[in-house]
Each structure stands twice: as structure tokens, then as C-alpha cells.
């Protein structure tokens, strides 16, 4: 799996092994946190989620340390340094 890795790591953009780790862990922990799955983008160490409301979105942002922690628990510590959510009806 490591050389896959490796291989992966020198014919895509870079960043993106890394930002596709991170996605995959923002699924898992919104389903596990019992939350509905939402459009995330991942660049610079800034994940940003997507709600379908404001009223979403603020509570998100009332969980954003711990998706930070959660999310770093599966892929790295300090890879996701930042947590911003948007709303979609912005």
C-alpha cells in the first residue's frame, strides 16, 4: 500500500492523495457523528463542509474542533489544521 502511495504521490497534483484522505474521513465522521454527508473541499490544510442551511452550518461550526480531532484521529495529526463550514443557500 505504501508503494501505491508513492506512485500515486508522483503522478497526481500534489495534494491530492492527501485531500482525498481527508474526504474519505469527513464522510466517516459525519455518518458517525449522525450527520447527513455534505460537498467538502479540502486545500492548504482547510477542510471546508457544505450544510444546506444557516441553521446547519452554525452547528457545525459548534462541532468544528471536534471534526478537526476526529478527522486528524484517521488520517494524521495536524493535516486538517482548519475546519470552515458554508452553508449551500448562501
Known amino acids: 500500500m505504501r508503494r501505491l502511495r508513492e506512485v500515486l504521490e508522483r503522478v497526481v497534483p500534489p495534494g491530492a492523495v492527501e485531500a482525498g484522505h481527508v474526504l474519505a474521513a ?21 477542510l471546508t463542509v457544505y450544510a444546506p442551511t444557516a441553521g446547519e452550518a452554525q452547528v457545525l461550526s459548534l462541532e468544528a474542533s471536534e471534526i478537526k480531532r476526529a478527522i486528524n484521529a484517521r488520517v494524521g495529526a495536524g493535516v486538517v489544521q482548519r475546519v470552515r463550514v458554508r452553508a449551500l443557500s448562501e
Open 26 to 46: 469527513w464522510r466517516q465522521v459525519a455518518r458517525s457523528m449522525g450527520k447527513e454527508v455534505h460537498p467538502a473541499d479540502f486545500r492548504s490544510g482547510c
